[in-house]
């Protein structure tokens, strides 16, 4: 996705009007005047285009290959992972191709290309010089955006080419089992495999539902997409592996900021209490991102969601924006918080969240590469490590309500009964130490102060760079799913989400012969909307769930609570059912004073309790009089499409049919 480094040239869109920045006055202070009246100009300094960008009221122009508009230029898709698998492969080939050389500096690129083709044929890829120079200049007069190597032919429209989700799944599990052991088995035969057990799978279906044969080269792609150190481990074993792609430059000692982050997980050695009723609700969890040169945090979670998809996308959410928040949330802070940005490299443990294919998309689109720790290796990420330490020694251990890590260092003191400090005082408190103590002394791992490394190191480094549209990294950072139209709209986990725009959709789905299946992202703090995919203007639309008595406000945790707890009853999922439950629930836990501590912290996470809370409550106060101004009329009742009856409608819902055993009720939760 689009970066933006701030400088003369650069332009943006705010209040439809063009603007073009002329030059650069003061550091991050910059002089800039309207397109179409060069006479108008005006002072506007980095800190004031992020606030606006993240309030979601400005849009920077991007370029390059791909971009179309006039004064303001921009992507004529949105999201890289929307487009036909075929293009992502590409692109994704593509930038591998020239990864070698987008940091490389030297007098002549010439003997350098001629190796690395020399390498790419050894691998049975063969690449031409002339592709090789074309692919780079594409990605560097783009500000290194990865969509500038999708092919131009993504424009023709060609977009039944995806893979049908059966035949993938035959496609990974064939690798896995055949192909990633010791017995060596080549592609050619992992191919031959997978067509023999798609020509079986053929015979039971009928003429008009055939799963397609995949080429050889499909197969292939999908073997090079796997980890390099997991398939040699598999085929040679650890000591080759490492030996081969172990000592690899993501485990080097970054030489300046965001070059390598860390990120984390642990639970904190407190007690804290509610911030109403004042019952002990448990110890939080903290995930932490910390960048690995300069020692100085640049983002965190805090909350009762245990390790998990959601507390990353926070943390990260946090880590690459700027902290404008803190000003008004938090006026005592002597110091700001400056550090921020796009890291090249996340260095994460093997923990499933991970490893999760949310976090992997968007990473791909953020252009992050996700480096995992070898196995029972944790020091390679012993910065992260530290930080914990330091927290809990400096910052916890002071605090009452502490319960210490070392069950020796306790005696007789009891955390639960000692714990007074609130949820909202300990991210207060927490904040105060990162900025006004920890970033401003002396750090030994680093060997200098945090603030001091990083504001160093940006005298001589151009600033963070910024993302081009705030939706676009917001969106990116999202869960992925999949679902099909019907006349209630998309059904999601028994929720409906219903749009106008969907009978037009649904008609270019039918003229083009696809099948009924379109990709959505939404964020699982927030499941009263999801971002529905157009793949034939490659941009998202919002769109609403059908029950916002029910949706508004609610988490994806809370719901799959409430449907656990009607699977339990054995009750009919529909609009009263839920209603009923969650207003159940809300009885639950307003009387909290009931509840035990597990059963509190339980209440906690089903409130969305967490410090995302904190820092979006100023930009949800700036958009509410925008929100009451052009407030959409919801549909309720179906929308009548030219669909024909299909077995799965049903008035009673089979909750069984959802994997939802695994999770946590909120009395029984681990």
Aim: include cysteine; aromatic fraction near 10%; proline fraction near 4%.
């Amino acid at each position: 996705m689009g970066q933006i480094v701030l400088g003369r040239g650069t332009r943006y869109l705010l209040n439809n009007r063009s603007y073009e920045i002329a030059a650069e006055i003061a550091r991050d202070t910059y002089t800039v005047f309207d397109i179409e009246y060069p006479i108008v100009t005006n002072t506007i300094n980095r800190e004031e285009l992020a606030e606006l960008l993240q309030e979601g009221q400005l849009q920077f122009s991007e370029k390059g290959k791909n971009t179309e508009g006039d004064f303001i230029k921009k992507y004529d898709f949105d999201d890289l992972s929307m487009l036909p698998e075929e293009m992502q492969e590409k692109a994704m080939y593509r930038f591998n191709v020239i990864k070698p050389f987008i940091k490389l500096e030297v007098d002549s690129l010439s003997p350098y290309v001629q190796a690395r083709i020399d390498q790419l044929k050894e691998q049975g890829k063969i690449v031409s010089r002339a592709s090789l120079y074309r692919w780079l200049k594409d990605y560097k007069d783009s500000n290194n955006d990865i969509r500038s190597l999708i092919p131009s032919a993504h424009r023709s429209g060609n977009f039944g080419k995806r893979l049908y989700e059966e035949v993938e799944v035959i496609i990974e599990r064939t690798i896995d089992k055949y192909y990633l052991s010791k017995e060596k088995k080549t592609v050619k035969t992992i191919f031959e495999l997978v067509s023999h057990q798609i020509n079986v799978e053929n015979k039971t279906r009928s003429k008009t539902d055939q799963l397609p044969l995949p080429s050889e080269s499909t197969v292939l792609r999908r073997i090079n997409d796997r980890d390099e150190y997991k398939v040699t481990k598999a085929r040679k074993g650890e000591k080759t592996a490492w030996e081969k792609h172990g000592q690899i430059n993501p485990f080097e000692k970054p030489t300046y900021p965001l070059q390598r982050v860390e990120a984390d997980h642990t639970r904190l050695d407190l007690f804290v209490v509610d911030d109403e009723t004042r019952l002990p609700i448990g110890r939080p969890w903290v995930t932490s991102i910390l960048d690995v040169y300069t020692g100085y945090p640049l983002g965190f979670y805090i909350g009762f969601e245990p390790p998990s998809y959601t507390s990353v996308m926070h943390a990260l959410n946090h880590a690459i924006f700027t902290k404008g928040y803190m000003k008004k949330t938090y006026p005592k802070m002597v110091n700001n918080w400056v550090a921020h940005g796009l890291p090249e490299v996340l260095v994460a443990d093997n923990g499933k969240e991970f490893h999760s294919k949310h976090l992997r998309n968007a990473c791909d689109q953020l252009q992050i590469e996700l480096v995992h720790c070898p196995p029972g290796k944790p020091w390679y990420k012993g910065a992260v490590e530290r930080y914990f330490g330091t927290i809990n020694r400096n910052l916890i251990h002071q605090t009452k309500g502490t319960s210490f890590s070392n069950v020796m260092d306790k005696g007789e003191y009891n955390p639960e009964k000692n714990a007074v400090i609130s949820f909202n005082k300990l991210l207060e408190y927490f904040h105060k130490w990162v900025v006004d103590l920890y970033a401003i002394d002396f750090n030994k791992g680093v060997k200098g102060v945090p603030i001091k490394l990083w504001e160093k190191s940006f005298e001589f480094l151009p600033s963070p760079a910024l993302p081009s549209t705030s939706i676009d990294w917001k969106i990116i950072l999202m869960k992925i799913e999949k679902g099909s139209i019907q006349r209630s709209g998309i059904r999601y986990k028994h929720l409906f989400y219903q749009s106008d725009k969907f009978v037009k959709l649904l008609h270019e789905i039918n003229v083009k012969g696809m099948k009924n299946s379109v990709d959505f992202k939404y964020d699982p703090t927030d499941i009263s909307k999801v971002f529905v995919y157009n793949p034939f203007d490659y941009s998202y639309f919002e769109v609403l769930c059908s029950d916002q008595d029910y949706s508004q406000g609610l988490n994806e945790y809370t719901h799959r609570v409430i449907l656990k707890k009607l699977n339990e009853e054995k009750k009919n999922v529909d609009k009263e059912a839920l209603a009923a439950a969650r207003f159940e629930l809300e009885e639950m836990m307003a009387s909290e004073h009931k509840l035990t501590l597990t059963e509190r912290q339980k209440v906690k996470r089903v409130k969305g309790k967490g410090s995302n809370q904190i820092w979006t409550e100023e930009e949800k106060e700036k958009k509410t009089v925008l929100e009451k101004k052009s407030k959409p009329e919801l549909k309720t009742e179906p929308i009548e499409m030219n669909l024909p009856k299909s077995k799965k409608e049903q008035k009673v819902v089979n909750l069984f049919a959802d994997d939802i055993n695994g999770e946590w009720g909120i009395l029984n939760a681990e």
